[in-house]
């Protein structure tokens, strides 16, 4: 894959990221919170959003795959990895690369739900509202993209170019 442009600076999401501990360290003052990361395209953000974080909070993570090799979802969602802590009466929030087609967020959301945790919010950092396939907007945005596929900060395809420093637009 070529990269076409980028569509986000290192600055920008540093700036963006720091907005959004903010808003979240506000909304949770008091309490502790339970970050969990959705593996393995938001382990960066995770790891940003947490250090900016000013309140107490632990950090676990989960994995589902729905993509394979392809540029779009598979629709198909696998759970791979499972939370190793208790939810029940906690403050969660689950923190994800790229909402798109609202499946896999939704999936995770009602599993947690059923897990009886005191509240339950969702960050994305990507949101692709135009290809949802199910209602879902998520209580906290990085930024909103556009039909654009992605790659950098944690974000794949095939595996490779998570470790760009800035969201780029690849060609397909």
Known sequence: MKIRKVLYSKEEIDKRVRELADIISRDYQGG???VIGVLKGAFVFVADLIRCLSIPCVVDFVRVASYGSATVSSEKIEF???VEMDIKGKDVLIVEDIVD???TISFLAEKFKERSPNSL???AFLDKKHRRKIAFDADYVGFTVGEE???GYGI???EMDRFLPDVCVIEE
């Open 101 to 103: 087609t609202g499946l």
């Open 149 to 151: 596929f992605v790659v």
């Open 80 to 82: 791979k990895k499972d």
């Open 32 to 34: 502790e919170l339970i």
């Open 156 to 158: 794949d395809f095939n």
């Open 121 to 123: 919010k969702v960050c």
